[in-house]
């Protein structure tokens, strides 16, 4: 057992000994094992140490896949995968308040953390609806030929995540290809894997899923790199950066080919236009930035306001940054806590130094490190940034917001608002319908947000353009990630 104390009580856990392969933990059989320790990221005291998977544990997790796919997982119905989702739900739901404290250990505020797994539960539950609704098309009759489709699972699908959102992320790809009827190794971020591993656990005690069809195997890029080339895996979704996604995507070619999806990062704009009620998107232009610290893949990170705003603007977003309780994540008491890990809280740091250092923006507030343990960044905000500054064109994944210089018209704040490689998202705020409209239709981004923020659901479908990735998590066109289609003629 290891345990988490929080301010409400101590928790205690099964200790998650390494891979989870084929219904159980198992020793990693790497030929070099690598033991991680996990720090707290508010304390950087141990908090569990995880025996990470290698790249021989990839070929044993895809015969346990294999042998899952073949036996009894093949003939489990739409109602049978539905129930195992919907089962998946309420085992978690039972134990909601252990993996909220294994997500809020990860340095995230616990109510952040308890939407997260709030919102992990919501979608196992989605897609036990599409479970028994997958299904292909009947065509017209031509001439003497019956014509219709059928959808089948790809297989077995590699699923790889970021540290940001641990278990939220997971389940979008899980319960999509588990509704399919796929076998899935995850690979968890080497920084966050104990709510995935915990998951396992979960799965194993709480429902009826057949061995082997969810394994989860904890590591880095050794055991990343091996799923995304492994000739076995016919699938690899994968939420992570730019950089390692175009590595994705070359191993996927270079291998079997593989069908990939990738969820990148962003860069995203925030557009307030003069019109727009300032409290509204003061609020939530806060929240577009600061929640999860920074370290979210839609985080608004560019704000362009409209000329005449500015100043009342920055102050009362100024006093609304100042209101946030910085401190250990597993007290409920904060409401900001840190950098994942030391690695994240370095880069961040890093961008600050350049930034405050290059001339091409003046601090707002912020841009130091809070306290002098613990893995804190105060919420900082650039204003006048410059078009040309790191802090206009790269992704920070960190507490750091760029306003850029005002702007006069909306031709003119749209061209710079898709100024960027990026096309994740974006946030738009007016009271003028049409505006918004244009907006929307001209703005190069996956999702659009007006009058609210990171506002994701399971029903909507999730992901980027441009080099924000491509293909979709969430919604009903997520089946289509987890499925292929096959056209079958019959001549009758
Ligand atoms: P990362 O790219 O460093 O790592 C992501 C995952 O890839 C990790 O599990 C990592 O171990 C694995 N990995 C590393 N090298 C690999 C390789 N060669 N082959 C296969 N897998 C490999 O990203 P990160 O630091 O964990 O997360 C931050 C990034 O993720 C940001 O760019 C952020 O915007 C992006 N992100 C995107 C979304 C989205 O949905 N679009 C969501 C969350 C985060």
């Not at 699908?157 to 319960?175: D, E, Q, R, V």
């Not at 076998?183 to 057949?210: C, F, N, R, V, W």
């Not at 079997?256 to 409290?279: R, W």
């Not at 690695?343 to 001339?359: D, P, T, W």
Request: charged share 20%; aromatic share 8%.
């Amino acid at each position: 057992m290891f345990s988490i104390k929080t301010s409400k009580g101590s928790v205690s856990f099964t200790r998650f000994v390494g891979p989870f392969i084929n219904g159980k933990f198992q020793p990693t059989l790497a030929s070099s094992p690598a033991k991680r320790a996990l720090l707290n990221p508010c304390t950087e005291e141990l908090l569990e140490t995880v025996n990470e998977a290698g790249p021989e544990d990839v070929d044993i997790a895809v015969k346990s896949a294999q042998a899952a796919l073949k036996g009894p997982w093949k003939n489990f119905s739409g109602k049978k995968r539905r129930n195992v989702l919907l089962d998946i739900a309420q085992a978690l739901e039972q134990n909601i308040w252990k993996m909220t404290v294994l997500e809020a250990a990860c340095g995230k505020p616990l109510d952040e953390a308890k939407y997260d797994i709030e919102e992990s539960i919501e979608c196992f539950r989605y897609f036990a609806g599409h479970a028994d609704k997958i299904h292909g098309h009947n065509f017209a009759t031509e001439d003497n030929h019956k014509s219709y489709t059928v959808r089948k699972p790809v297989g077995i699908c590699g699923l790889i995540t970021s540290f940001n959102y641990p278990l939220t992320l997971a389940a979008w790809k899980i319960a999509p290809a588990l509704a399919c009827g796929n076998a899935i190794i995850l690979k968890p971020a080497p920084q966050t894997p104990l709510s995935s591993l915990m998951l396992g656990e979960l799965i194993t005690k709480h429902t009826d899923l057949p061995q082997g069809v969810f394994n989860v195997l904890p590591g880095g890029e050794a055991v990343g790199s091996a799923i995304v080339n492994h000739q076995g895996i016919h699938k690899c979704s994968f939420t992570g950066s730019g950089a390692v996604g175009r590595k994705v995507m070359s191993g996927a070619a270079n291998s079997n080919l593989k069908s990939i999806t990738l969820e990148l990062g962003g860069k995203s704009p925030l557009i307030v236009f003069a019109d727009a009620d300032m409290d509204q998107a003061v609020e939530d232009v806060f929240g577009a930035i600061f929640s999860n610290m920074g370290q979210n893949c839609c985080a608004g990170s560019r704000l362009f306001l409209q000329n005449g705003i500015q100043d009342k603007f920055l102050e009362r977003l100024k006093a609304r940054v100042e209101k946030v309780k910085i401190g250990d994540t597993l007290d409920e008491a904060y409401n900001f806590g840190t950098m994942v890990d030391r690695v994240q809280f370095e880069r961040v740091m890093a961008f600050i130094e350049k930034s405050l250092g290059e001339g091409k923006s003046d601090l707002l507030v912020g841009g130091k490190r809070h306290g002098d343990k613990g893995f804190f960044v105060e919420p900082t905000i650039f204003y006048n940034v410059q078009e040309s500054s790191v802090l206009a064109q790269e992704e920070v994944f960190g507490p750091v917001l760029s306003v850029m210089k005002p702007f006069d018209t909306m031709e003119e704040v749209l061209e710079r608002a898709n100024a960027t490689p990026y096309g994740l998202a974006s946030g738009v705020w007016t009271q003028d319908l049409s505006k918004a409209e244009h907006c929307i239709q001209e703005l190069a981004t996956g999702v659009t947000w007006v009058n609210c923020y990171n506002l994701c659901s399971s029903h909507l479908p999730f992901g980027g353009v441009k080099e924000s990735g491509f293909g979709k998590d969430l919604g009903a066109e997520s089946i289509g990630e987890y499925t292929t289609v096959k056209a079958v003629t019959i001549r009758v």
